[in-house]
């Protein structure tokens, strides 16, 4: 796994959650670059952050990790 791929699933949940990078950032507490560099590949996620995240989009910390 690389960080860009963890990105895109960030991502694809978030579009999914039909919500903006702005939004998430809001919620999870970060700049909108923040989110903007994560879903990049440049930027690595704390397990806090990914806690906030899954909480936010409504998935298990698990469905992060999924990769197709």
């Known amino acids: ?8 699933k960030v991502a694809k949940l978030r579009i999914k ?5 702005y939004e998430l950032s809001l919620r999870i507490g ?4 923040y989110i903007h560099k994560l879903e990049n590949g440049k930027a690595n996620a704390t397990l806090k952050t990914i806690f ?5 989009l409504e998935v298990e910390p698990d469905e992060l990790f999924k990769f197709d």
Not at 17 to 21: D, E, I, N, R, T
């Open 1 to 8: 796994m690389e960080l860009k791929d963890f990105g895109l």
């Open 17 to 21: 959650a039909g919500l903006s990078a």
């Open 30 to 33: 970060k700049d909108a670059s």
């Open 52 to 56: 906030k995240i899954c909480e936010v």
